[in-house]
């Protein structure tokens, strides 16, 4: 039983093309992170909402935008993407902020 | 700001050797967490560790939580090809969003 899906798990879009990345959780979980990984990398935490707060991190490029219409669902919207936006993008749940996370399988965003 | 060392990047074994992963902040930490990433995969939990000192086992992974809340370490014995994978700390200052940090990629010859 899937409690964190993401789709597409794979994207492709064109450089400036606005792309709308997806997230859900059957977790009821209070907190939804969005992450961009890229190869051989660690994952970079872009924002995360508890419940309607959105939370910015300081680094996080403009271009990148975030949604959360209800628990269950968050969007990540990418605006104008350039090729170095090409990366995985990774959705993550939990209870609160010091609790585990539970990841999706996460969106492979090609640029071209 | 607070800054995150796991050391080492890259490991390579053979099967059946120890392996052990070490993270160091340079804030004290209300906790940290420990997640593995299978390659082409999404980070896993495996376990949370909060008292200072703490020492928790799951069979084969002994993690360690240090003293002054600043460091932690993962160990893993007898190493199985099972074990690849990148390992990420993730730390907790009780302020903000968990931070990960660099990874370790342990790579296991049969």
């Known amino acids: 039983d899937a409690m964190v899906i993401q789709n597409p798990r794979y994207q492709v879009t064109q450089f400036g093309k606005p792309v709308t990345l997806s997230c859900s959780q059957t977790?009821?979980?209070?907190?939804m992170y969005w992450y961009q990984q890229k190869s051989s990398q660690a994952p970079k935490l872009l924002f995360h909402?508890?419940?309607?707060?959105?939370?910015n991190e300081a680094d996080t490029p403009d271009n990148f935008q975030s949604r959360r219409p209800n628990t269950s669902f968050c969007f990540l919207d990418i605006r104008s993407p350039g090729l170095g936006d090409a990366a995985m993008y990774l959705c993550?749940?939990?209870?609160?902020?010091?609790?585990?996370?539970?990841f999706g399988p996460g969106t492979r965003l090609t640029v071209t | 700001g607070q800054q995150v060392m796991q050391i080492p990047q890259y490991q390579h074994v053979q099967e059946g050797e120890d392996f052990t992963t070490y993270c160091n902040s340079s804030?004290?930490?209300?906790?940290i967490q420990w997640y593995k990433q299978r390659p082409g995969g999404h980070p896993v939990f495996l376990i949370q560790?909060?008292?200072?000192?703490e020492v928790k086992k799951q069979k084969r992974l002994t993690f360690q939580f240090g003293e002054a809340k600043k460091n932690s370490s993962l160990h893993i014995t007898a190493t199985q090809t099972t074990d690849v994978g990148t390992y990420f700390c993730v730390m907790d200052t009780g302020r903000r969003a968990l931070t990960f940090g660099s990874g370790t990629r342990l790579q296991v010859q049969p």
């Open positions: 993550a749940t939990s209870r609160d902020v010091s609790y585990e996370q539970y």
């Open positions: 909402y508890y419940d309607k707060d959105f939370n």
């Open positions: 560790l909060v008292k200072s000192g």
């Open positions: 804030t004290t930490l209300s906790n």
């Open positions: 977790l009821n979980h209070n907190v």
